[in-house]
Each structure stands twice: as C-alpha cells, then as structure tokens.
C-alpha cells in the first residue's frame, strides 16, 4: 500500500515556473515506477513524465512531447519524493496535476497502469 501527497501547485504567468512534489509513504517506495499525469477541465487524464525504479545506479525518464525540454521529472529513493520541475509554462499547462505509482507498468504512458494515485494539485498558468 503506498499513500501519494502532491504538493507544490499554484498561480503562476506565462514563462514562470513551478516545481512539484509528492512524498509517498511506505517502504517499498524504490520499487515502484513513478509518474505525473495532468487533467485539464473537461479532458481526460494525460500523461505527462514517468521516472523508472533505479537500474544499477542510473534511473530513466520519459516524457510527453509537449513538455519535453520544459519539465524535469526526478525522485529522491531515501527520502520517498518524486518532483517535477515545470519551467517556461505555457497556460495549456493548466491542470490538475496527479503523482501516481506503479509496481508492474508495461505501459509507461497508460493511465490504468498505475496502481495508487495522490489526491492532486491545481497548476493554473495566466496568460
């Protein structure tokens, strides 16, 4: 069981920044796949970036192709966090921003993939 706590959101103008957390409880936090997922006023759920339990000592990134470049997905294994780094905001960043976690993610991007998710936090980017 894995309890997620975003925090972090806000109002910020366009070209500002923003940067994201969200603690996990639990112990088995390093084995699961961590990602951040955004859901705008009458859409659906997307995914934005995903960060891989550690391999050796390296961990992997992906990313959604419009914030490549602008976000920056990390995770901190000893201290049971998960950030995202939102730089250049645009105001189609608007959202609810959602921290997820997933032990068996086949599907890096894929909403269903992912077993527990934290309450969400408002992002709102004026123009």
């Known amino acids: 069981q894995v309890q997620l706590v975003e925090s972090g959101g806000g109002l910020v103008q366009t070209g500002g920044s923003l940067s994201l957390s969200c603690a996990a409880s639990?112990?088995?936090?390093?084995?699961?796949?961590m990602g951040w997922f955004r859901q705008a006023p009458g859409k659906e759920r997307e995914f934005v970036a995903a960060?891989?339990?550690?391999?050796?000592?390296?961990?992997?990134?992906t990313y959604t192709d419009s914030v490549k470049g602008r976000f920056t997905i990390s995770r901190d294994d000893a201290k049971n966090t998960v950030s995202l780094q939102l730089n250049s905001l645009k105001p189609e960043d608007t959202a609810v921003y959602y921290c997820?976690?997933?032990?068996?993610?086949?599907?890096?991007?894929?909403?269903?993939?992912?077993?527990?998710w934290g309450q969400g936090t408002q992002v709102t980017v004026s123009s």
């Open positions: 639990g112990r088995t936090f390093s084995t699961y796949v």
């Open positions: 997820a976690a997933g032990l068996q993610v086949r599907r890096i991007d894929g909403v269903s993939e992912y077993d527990y």
């Open positions: 960060i891989s339990r550690s391999i050796g000592v390296r961990y992997f990134s």
